[in-house]
């Protein structure tokens, strides 16, 4: 079977993909991960095959302009819904159905298909659909924003699923817009997506369908108390750390003296956003008292804010969390995908900062699960972190919650165990397809 991972290119996006890629190579199929040119050495450095495609997209480029600090004083509240990206009407996934409108989804659906899907997926759809008619996969992965993928696998016939890396809150939006739009008079009931990507697949000589927007089906990491879920066909797979390129250090190797507590905000932050959006000199301070060793990542960007490191610091500029995690009391975290599961994995609470995206919707289901704590970003201070720490680390009911969650991480299908079901799943969708267009042919 030949299997195609795509993702517009953002480095995490693609680390949620490794495992599973990695597990379809060992099992003796064909892979491939197509993006953006500026992605190429971060998967060919995870032992992958790269196919570059199209050019680089403009969408960190464009998001600069709005988090210069002259921007942030003349427009402080587009500066801070930028730095938090606040992705409308994504942030209005957890709102009650009922009280949702039109009025509420469309335009901000509008403004995001033009602002991000468009912008993201523009530059490389041609060159992914030529590359697949030359390789003709059997099964497209893509991640939820990168339609590319998508309309690829409907060109040439392809089974196609996403791949979740965080809650799905793509589905349930789109879900939500079209039983409104149902009920909208037939002059006022646009569908920005679907035409745009009607436009694209026509282009191409095919025809828009649903799954070009939510797949065949769509694989989802998370345990269920985190999850957020549509009426569709969602197949599960146990989260499995991973990530990049990694070296375990010296100090690392001997068992630490005191409680070991993490203190890292992603990569997200420096590479796209202009910086972490809480002062780590405030955080680590209000910590320095505590009888605990600290080991914060911070980016060597960001390393010149720091006035002084207190004597429980060791500040670093990466280590793998999956070798750093797992000789940890708690951590203090973004609340990203990528780390967030990798504490829930090692079963360590966390003190969640959470700033952007779907980071808050994450931080809230784990804190209403018991398993940590959480404040937001923006409002965060050195001492409510500091209280935050000193609860995960004297309260033993924060394991206790945390531990049912990573139990059902390890206990739903590795990515080598669902190697065998995508295999009767891509044989089902490529017949499926097949006898779809045979029909439509007569």
């Not at 402080?76 to 509420?104: K, M, N």
């Not at 436009?199 to 990491?221: N, Y």
């Not at 049912?404 to 390890?410: T, V």
């Amino acid at each position: 079977m030949r299997v195609l991972f795509t993702t517009y290119a953002v480095k995490t996006h693609f680390q949620a993909m490794v495992p599973l890629a990695w597990a379809l190579r060992n099992a003796g199929h064909e892979v491939r991960v197509a993006s953006q040119p500026e992605l190429t050495d971060v998967i060919t450095g995870a032992g992958l095959t790269a196919v570059p495609v199209g050019t680089d997209h403009a969408l960190w480029r464009t998001a600069n302009r709005f988090l210069t600090r002259r921007y942030a004083e003349l427009n402080p509240e587009v500066h801070r819904s930028v730095r938090e990206a606040r992705v409308l009407p994504f942030d209005q996934a957890d709102t009650a159905p009922e009280r949702l409108t039109w009025d509420d989804l469309a335009p901000a659906y509008d403004n995001l298909v033009r602002s991000w899907y468009r912008v993201v997926n523009g530059t490389m759809v041609d060159d992914l659909v030529d590359f697949a008619r030359h390789w003709r996969p059997d099964l497209v992965i893509w991640e939820p924003n990168s339609y590319a993928g998508s309309i690829a696998a409907r060109v040439v016939g392809a089974a196609h699923a996403r791949l979740l890396w965080g809650v799905d809150v793509f589905a349930v939006t789109r879900a939500r817009l079209l039983r409104l739009r149902d009920g909208r008079p037939a002059d006022d009931r646009a569908d920005v997506l679907g035409e745009w990507l009607a436009e694209q697949l026509g282009a191409h000589g095919a025809d828009f369908t649903e799954d070009v927007v939510t797949g065949h089906f769509t694989i989802d990491q998370l345990p269920s108390p985190l999850r957020m879920t549509a009426d569709l066909h969602y197949v599960r797979m146990g989260y499995r750390p991973y990530n990049g390129t990694a070296v375990v250090p010296r100090w690392l190797w001997a068992p630490p003296e005191r409680p070991r507590v993490a203190l890292t905000l992603g990569v997200t932050s420096t590479e796209g956003f202009g910086g972490y959006g809480v002062g780590v000199q405030d955080v680590l301070d209000s910590l320095a008292d505590l009888d605990i060793e600290i080991v914060a990542t911070v980016a060597d960007r960001e390393r010149h804010r720091l006035r002084s490191v207190p004597a429980n610091t060791r500040v670093v500029p990466s280590v793998p969390l999956h070798a750093l995690l797992p000789s940890c009391a708690a951590a203090i975290h973004h609340a990203g995908f990528g780390t967030l599961s990798t504490s829930l994995y090692y079963g360590v609470p966390p003190m969640s900062l959470p700033e952007r995206f779907d980071e808050p919707l994450l931080a809230r289901r784990v804190a209403a699960h018991g398993a940590g704590l959480s404040v937001h970003m923006s409002e965060a201070t050195g001492e409510q972190v500091r209280a935050g720490v000193q609860r995960l680390l004297a309260e033993p009911s924060f394991r206790q919650r945390i531990a049912p969650l990573r139990a059902e991480l390890l206990a739903l299908p590795s990515p080598a165990d669902l190697v065998a079901r995508l295999e009767e799943l891509a044989a089902g969708y490529r017949t499926g397809v097949a006898a779809a267009r045979r029909s439509a042919a007569l």
